[in-house]
């Protein structure tokens, strides 16, 4: 079975420059969610989309954007980078109509490394 | 406060024993959902089984099982016939009713031995 594709899996950066971590939900979900998992540490959720529109935000630093484009994959946009965001970032999808169940099938995961 | 309190930071099983993950969880709203899932040391996060808080059976499937007590608000993942492919992090994590996000706990790091 499909699964969510992150691309890339691993990304090196030196402090102060941009990255772009990608997400490709499962076919025929329409929800894609981002959390943050610094080492150590649990999953933080960042933001969430539905149907392309931003549905959530939770702790998502300014210097980072997100979007969902129209065949439902999303972006995420990291600038100025900081050392404290190097983390595993997850993206995660959902597909309509699950109610309460709602369960979030999660990719693999981006490691970003900040030096 | 903490949503979501695993107080187990380790726990040691032998191999073909049952154990239980702790979690208990805080929350105001009537209709959430309670998730429990693996992350091996390669990274990524395996669900293994969720909890509705109208279910009135506690979730099963194959080895692990939830011990669900609403009015306790705890949500205990018990795994049967451990095995040394078991041994992981695991997160205890909960939806609450019309939010998207899930919020995780600290996690329980499970070493199964031979």
């Known amino acids: 079975a499909a699964g969510v594709i992150q691309s890339p899996r691993h990304l090196i950066k030196e402090k102060r420059e941009t990255a772009t971590l990608k997400c490709y939900p499962i076919?025929?979900?329409?929800?894609v969610y981002w959390y943050q998992q610094g080492p150590g540490q649990d999953p933080q959720f960042l933001i969430s989309?539905?149907?392309?529109?931003?549905?959530d935000k939770g702790s998502i630093p300014d210097r980072f954007s997100a979007q969902q484009f129209s065949d439902y994959h999303s972006e995420l946009n990291m600038s100025s980078l900081e050392l404290g965001d190097s983390a595993l970032y997850f993206c995660?999808?959902?597909?309509?109509?699950?109610?309460?169940?709602?369960?979030?099938?999660f990719g693999p995961g981006t490691r970003l490394t900040v030096l | 406060a903490q949503k979501i309190t695993q107080t187990q930071p380790g726990m040691f099983v032998q191999e073909k024993e049952a154990v239980t993950l702790d979690c208990t969880y805080d929350?105001?709203?009537?209709?959430?959902?309670l998730f429990w899932y693996k992350q091996p040391s390669s990274g990524e996060m395996i669900f293994l089984i969720y909890?509705?808080?109208?279910?009135?059976q506690n979730a099963t499937e194959g080895r692990y099982s939830l011990n669900f007590q609403k009015a306790r608000k705890s949500a205990n993942l018990v795994i049967s016939a451990s095995q040394l492919g078991d041994s992981a992090m695991y997160f205890c994590?909960?939806?609450?009713?019309?939010?998207?996000?899930?919020?995780f706990g600290t996690g329980t790091r499970l070493l199964v031995s031979p």
């Open positions: 989309f539905y149907e392309k529109m931003q549905s």
């Open positions: 929350t105001s709203d009537q209709s959430y959902g």
């Open positions: 995660a999808s959902s597909p309509i109509g699950q109610g309460d169940y709602n369960e979030q099938f």
């Open positions: 909890q509705g808080s109208y279910d009135e």
């Open positions: 994590a909960m939806r609450e009713g019309g939010q998207e996000k899930l919020v």
């Open positions: 076919p025929r979900h329409d929800t």
